[in-house]
DNA sequence: AAGCAACTGCAAATCTTTCGCAATTAGTGT
DNA sequence: ACACTAATTGCGAAAGATTTGCAGTTGCTT
C-alpha cells in the first residue's frame, strides 16, 4: 500500500491508528465513526473512539476521506478517491444505491439556472424507498 | 380553529401542549424541536421539552406533521398540509430554499426508471450553496 | 361525579460527538 | 543510535440532543 506517502504528502504523521482509519474507511464504503471505530479494533483493539473521530477530521481536512448525511442514521465516511457518486438511502430497508453524478446534471444544472444554487448532490443523500421496499407498503424490512 | 376537531378525529387527546405543538409547527415552518419548545413557551411557559418531543412523534404518527433532516443543523419539523417541497439547504449560511415538487420531477422520475427508486424529496435536504455564498470562496457567511 | 387510560413533568439515562490535559510517539536534525 | 519538539493518542469528563421510567395529573367516556 501506499499509504505511507499519502499521508505523509498531505503533512500528516503516520501512526497506526490513522493508517488504519484511513484503511478501514476505504473498505467498509459509507461507515458511520462507530463502525470505523470497530473495524480498526480487529487489529488495534486499543483505539480509542475520540482518535477515530479526530482522524476522521483530520483526513476529511486534507481531502482524503469525505462524509454524507445519510438520513436517520447519522454521519457516515467515504473514500475521496471513490467515483463522486449522490446517494440513494432507502429509508426502510437502509439501502443505499450509488449514483453517478452525471446521471444528475441536468437536475443541478436546473437548480442553478432557476435558483442560482450550487448543488452538492454527494454530501446529503437523497431518501425514498427502494423497488422491493416500496412494494410492500407496510412492512418495512428494517436492517 | 378547527384543531380540536383534527385531533380527535384521530384518536388523540386535546391537551393545551398538543394543541400549541402543533400550531407552533405551522407557524415557525421547519422548526427544531428546541424552536418549537420556544415558541410553545410563550403562551405555556411550564411545558417539558419532552412533552415536546413526545407530541412531535404523535403527531407525526398521524400524520400532522413530518419531519425533515436539513443538512448538518439536525432534524426539523413541519406540518403536512404545507406544500410538498424539496429543501436546497446552503451550507455556508444556512438558507433554506424550497422548491416546488413538480420542478424536480423529471430528476425523481429519471431515478425511477434507472433505478427503480422512488425519491421522496421531501425528506431530505439537498445540500449546496446559494448564489451569494457560492461568490465568496473561503468566507463562508456563518449565521 | 367517577374511573381509567392517556398525557405531562421531572429527573435520570442514552447516545453521539467534542474537549482538556497529560503521556506517548513520529519525524527531524545530530 | 540519540535527543528534541510538536503532533498525536488515550482517557475521562463535558456537551448537546433525544429517550425513558415513573409518579402525579387530566381529558374523555359513562
Known sequence: MAEKHELRD????LT?????VLAAVRELEHATPEEVAE???????GINLSTVYRNLETLENVGLVQHS??????????ASTEEIHAH????????????PIDATASFTQSLLDGYGFHTDL?????AGRCESCFNMPEAPNKP
Do not use: F, W
Not at 16 to 20: A, D, I, K, V
Not at 88 to 99: A, F, K, Y
Not at 122 to 126: Q, S
Open 69 to 78: 448525511h445519510l438520513g436517520h442514521g447519522g454521519v457516515r465516511y467515504h
Open 16 to 20: 497506526p491508528q490513522r493508517e488504519l
Open 88 to 99: 440513494l438511502n432507502c429509508e426502510s430497508c437502509g439501502t443505499i444505491i450509488e449514483v
Open 10 to 13: 498531505k503533512g500528516l504523521r
Open 122 to 126: 454527494a454530501h446529503l443523500a437523497i
Open 39 to 45: 473495524k480498526v479494533k480487529l487489529t488495534h483493539p
